[in-house]
């Protein structure tokens, strides 16, 4: 099965995804483990929090290319003197 990034699932759809258990399933919820929003009595996860779960690596290399895009911006406003450019 092929997780979409911008797709929301449910958590049966996580179970099967993720190959865990409904206990499982939920005690990671519970926990914050897993990211989710709790609509009404049901939760739904977002493919990309699927993503990070199975790849933390590929999470990892994207928030350092974000940091260092912000670190970029900073480094420009430092430099105009507070004025962004």
Request: no cysteine; aromatic share 4%.
């Amino acid at each position: 099965m092929e997780i979409k990034e911008s797709e929301i699932y449910t958590t049966a759809e996580m179970k099967e995804i993720l190959k865990i258990s409904q206990s499982t399933a939920m005690r990671m919820l519970k926990k914050g483990m897993i990211r989710a929003a709790k609509i009404g009595k049901q939760y739904r996860i977002t493919g990309k929090e699927l993503l990070r779960l199975i790849s933390p690596k590929l999470e990892d290399k994207v928030g350092k290319m974000y940091n260092k895009g912000r670190q970029w911006v900073h480094e420009d406003v430092e430099n105009n003197g507070g004025v962004k450019p």
